[in-house]
């Protein structure tokens, strides 16, 4: 009797070493799967808590007594010292000379021009 092993039994062998392997590989992905569709389902959550923007905002300067610009609410350009405003009080700061945002509009939003 010899000490090697057949042929046959190194195939076998090495078939049930790729299985474990694959097995592993596909559990490993599987985790992977499920992460990613808790980290959807979390972003998912979160934009729907998320309130909605102010319609209209005003930009303060750095003493936030000084108003600086009017936007809409979803403007990109409204910096970060911004608060929430009424639409009477966005057209009453039209009226009294704030300018209004070259990007967003709101002059026109509001229906003011001038």
């Not at 474990?20 to 808590?49: H, K, V």
């Not at 979803?74 to 300018?99: F, H, I, M, S």
Request: contains cysteine.
């Amino acid at each position: 009797m010899s000490d090697t092993p057949s042929p046959l039994e190194l195939l076998r062998f090495a078939r049930r070493v790729v299985a474990q392997q694959a097995a592993a590989s596909l559990a490993q992905i599987d985790g992977w799967i499920a992460t990613e569709e808790r980290r959807e389902a979390e972003r998912l959550r979160g934009e729907e808590a998320r309130p909605e923007p102010p319609k209209w905002v005003v930009e303060q300067g750095l003493n936030r007594d000084n108003v600086v610009a009017v936007h809409q609410g979803r403007c990109w350009d409204a910096g970060k010292r911004r608060r929430p405003v009424t639409r009477d009080q966005a057209v009453e700061a039209l009226r009294q000379q704030v300018p209004a945002c070259t990007h967003c509009r709101p002059d026109t939003a509001l229906g003011i021009l001038e």
